[in-house]
């Protein structure tokens, strides 16, 4: 066997372990090293070249990046995460024809989905789920995201919250915690357009905090403009959309010119 | 040219069978001539028109006639000659006696023109994608595509373009896309370093096609923003930049929808499908599907009469009855609505975006709440949008909360006593409202009547002298052959 393939795996061995151990210093330093030794592969994209052993080495190079992938969830590092999962994409969409498909796939596809709705790019996560075949889209993992930003969307909050429970993976944790903090802000922008007041007692429900001090820290840190009186949050309303009252005649002037001007040179 | 009807005469007797239509071969000669003057006066007008005359004769094509036009302009036993005539069905004896007659008699063109020997290659990569001969035209494309790329001249681009055309038709027709991907990547790079507009036009929109084909609107949007723009020409009334323009426009509105934006999403396709030549039926039904989509999920409700466009209405029916359910705002029947056209809704890969409508679909309901109730319980409000949920209640609190605060509806919550009230309305004529809408109309009216002027075009000398009978004949004639190009393209294209 290619000693470089012998080497690759030997480091993967010692990943693995350090990765069960959950000894992130170990596993962030034979990454790194895993990924130089990766760059040595022809077979591996964007080269894609016929080699004798091109199905092997494409699937342990996707098998670590799929680690690399989880750890950086493990570790909470956001841009790791998108940096290994745009390495990870191409063994799913262009070698998929060679690969046996991988059991990590629709977990981690989720998993990136996920990303997208905390970090409100909705946009690539539609651009993403175009991707996904409809057998795809019917697996518990991406099924799950997608209901999520589809109640994301509609203001049903409580579902969101509420689909915390029912996590396919433990992985997802963590971006479930982060949308958690997502939808209280939403919540609370959305609180403040709604009501003229709140009781604390409501407030603290609809808010979703345990106890009435971190409603109040809440408060004092995020919208120091709420006013705390009796027992009551009082929202400031703006008031917008008054009707106007004048004209405003500088823009209509220079509209009726510019009429003026064109019919000019029509007629 | 004694010679031309001699040969015309000789076909018909020596062929029982697959007799060619006899007028075809001499068409073919005249439009190679026409070539010969368009290469040696570097006129592309007159290449286009050969271009144009060629769709015509398209159906009338037949392998003896192709064989004999072959002979006629390439020398035989030559390389190009050769190939070409190896991708024709095989014909019997009597197509030999057709061949001695161009070989008995010095050939016309010793050493054809460049020009000559892409439009054979191109002649035959048509007859051959019409035959349904998949594998030939294939092989036909990627050798003509070859020798493209050692030519450089401004006169082929035409006719190059035509090939890139049918080149990628030809293999999305077998379901091999991806595979010229990176080759369609290198044409346009040369296209761009050789200023050749229409080539890059119409490469643009393959490599656009390519990726929507597999759903990569990332690549795809990565690609159109980074490549030239090619928005100059709108204005130009060539029927060759018309079509790739519209086409352009379709696949950026598919970007932008998937990608949300959904105002200019509209603006892209509704344009694409107003410029789209009457008869390209297809293609405008495409554009019409998308841009209701896109108006529904901008809150839009779309007029009756763009469902009832004439041989549209079959095709749109779903989207009607889909629209007809948000329009109501009734969860229920947007629901059976979508099952119901599952099917086509997938063909139609607009699957994923009817899913988003659904948010649409409560939004319309709560409006319609909001309008005719001036307070209404919140466990009502979940009873009429037919939330199914296990806490109906909360749910309609926050969706209507979100509601408020997107500016859908006009309204507060009470949370202890669990009811919506709704605001007055205002009067909108006391707003400036009104009078920005008919700026905007003015406006545009205005900037149409420039833009057509701007796109007159005076032919030179034309105050002296007046159009000859001749002339306009001439141009009229063009003007119809025009009229019909579109037609036949569209039959095909989409």
């Known amino acids: ?267 | 040219m004694t010679q031309d009807v001699e040969m015309a005469d000789q076909a018909p007797p020596s062929k029982s069978l697959s007799s060619p239509d006899p007028s075809v071969l001499p068409h073919l000669k005249e439009i190679a001539s026409l070539i010969e003057t368009g290469a040696y006066a570097r006129e592309v007008r007159r290449i286009s028109r050969a271009v144009r005359l060629t769709m015509v004769l398209r159906k009338k094509l037949k392998a003896s006639s192709l064989g004999a036009f072959l002979n006629y302009v390439l020398v035989s036993g030559s390389e190009v000659h050769s190939r070409l005539s190896s991708f024709l069905p095989k014909e019997d004896e009597h197509d030999m006696e057709v061949d001695s007659a161009p070989s008995g008699t010095p050939a016309p063109v010793k050493h054809p023109l460049p020009e000559l020997e892409i439009y054979c290659y191109l002649l035959v990569l048509i007859f051959l994608i019409d035959q349904k001969k998949y594998d030939e035209a294939k092989a036909c494309s990627s050798t003509s595509i070859a020798r493209l790329k050692t030519v450089n001249r401004r006169t082929v681009d035409v006719l190059a373009s035509r090939l890139y055309f049918y080149y990628s038709l030809c293999y999305e027709l077998t379901g091999d896309l991806a595979e010229i991907r990176g080759n369609l990547l290198a044409l346009h790079r040369i296209a761009t370093l050789r200023r050749d507009e229409l080539g890059q036009e119409t490469l643009l929109n393959l490599l656009l096609r390519n990726y929507l084909h597999y759903n990569l609107y990332d690549q795809a949007e990565k690609l159109r923003s980074k490549a030239p723009h090619f928005e100059a020409h709108s204005n130009q009334q060539a029927i060759f930049h018309t079509i790739p323009f519209c086409r352009y426009l379709f696949y950026l509105g598919k970007i932008r929808t998937i990608q949300l934006e959904y105002t200019d999403a509209k603006e892209s396709l509704l344009q694409a499908a107003r410029k789209a030549p009457q008869a390209a039926l297809g293609f405008r039904v495409q554009c019409n599907k998308w841009a209701i989509i896109v108006r529904l999920l901008l809150g839009e409700i779309p007029e009756r009469t763009v469902f009832m466009q004439k041989g549209m209405e079959k095709a749109l029916r779903p989207y009607f009855e889909l629209t007809n359910a948000v329009r109501i705002g009734d969860l229920e029947l947007f629901r059976n609505v979508a099952e119901k056209f599952s099917s086509t809704f997938s063909s139609d890969r607009t699957n994923n975006l009817i899913v988003r409508l659904r948010h649409n679909v409560i939004r319309t309901g709560l409006r319609n709440i909001s309008i005719s109730y001036s307070r209404i319980s919140l466990t009502d409000v979940a009873k009429k949008l037919r939330l199914d949920s296990p806490n109906p209640v909360a749910d309609a609190e926050s969706i209507v909360s979100k509601a408020i605060r997107d500016g859908a509806i006009d309204a507060t919550l009470d949370h202890a006593n669990g009811w919506m009230v709704s605001k007055e309305t205002g009067d909108i004529y006391s707003t400036n409202e009104p009078q920005i809408a008919f700026n905007s109309r003015i406006a545009f009216c205005l900037n149409m009547h420039n833009e057509a002027v701007r796109a007159l075009r005076f032919p030179p000398n034309s105050h002296k002298e007046k159009e000859s009978a001749e002339k306009r004949r001439e141009r009229q004639q063009q003007e119809q052959e025009l009229a019909q190009h579109i037609a036949e393209e569209d039959d095909d294209d989409f």
């Open chain 1, 1 to 267: 066997m290619d000693p470089k393939i012998t080497e690759v795996s030997q480091t993967f061995e010692r990943f693995k372990a350090a990765f069960v151990r959950n000894d992130f210093d170990t596993c962030t330093r034979l990454l790194s090293q895993l990924k130089v030794l990766l760059t040595a592969f022809k077979s591996l994209p964007p080269l894609f070249q016929e080699t004798s052993n091109a199905i092997h080495e494409l699937t342990t190079a996707r098998d670590i990046y799929e680690h690399a992938v989880v750890l950086s969830v493990k570790m909470e590092d956001q841009d790791a995460f998108e940096r290994d999962f745009f390495q990870l994409k191409p063994y799913y969409t262009d070698a998929r024809g060679r690969l046996p498909a991988s059991p990590q796939e629709y977990p981690i596809l989720g998993l990136n989905l996920l990303r997208l709705l905390v970090q409100n790019r909705i946009a690539e996560f539609h651009t993403e789920l175009e991707l996904l075949s409809q057998s795809a889209l019917d697996n518990p993992c991406i099924k799950h995201a997608v209901e999520l930003e589809q109640s994301f969307m509609e203001g049903a909050y409580h579902r969101v919250l509420s689909a915390r429970q029912t996590v396919p993976d433990a992985t997802y944790a963590y971006f479930m915690d982060l949308l958690a903090k997502t939808v209280r802000d939403e919540i609370a922008g959305c609180s403040d357009k709604a009501y003229d007041r709140l009781s604390t007692s409501d407030a603290r429900q609809i808010l979703l905090f345990s106890s009435d001090k971190e409603l109040l820290q809440y408060v004092e840190k995020e919208h120091p403009e709420w006013e705390i009186k009796d027992g009551f949050i009082i929202f400031q309303k703006v008031k917008d959309s008054v009707p106007c009252k004048e004209i405003p005649s500088l823009q209509l002037i220079t509209q009726t010119l510019s009429y003026a001007r064109e019919l000019e040179r029509i007629v």
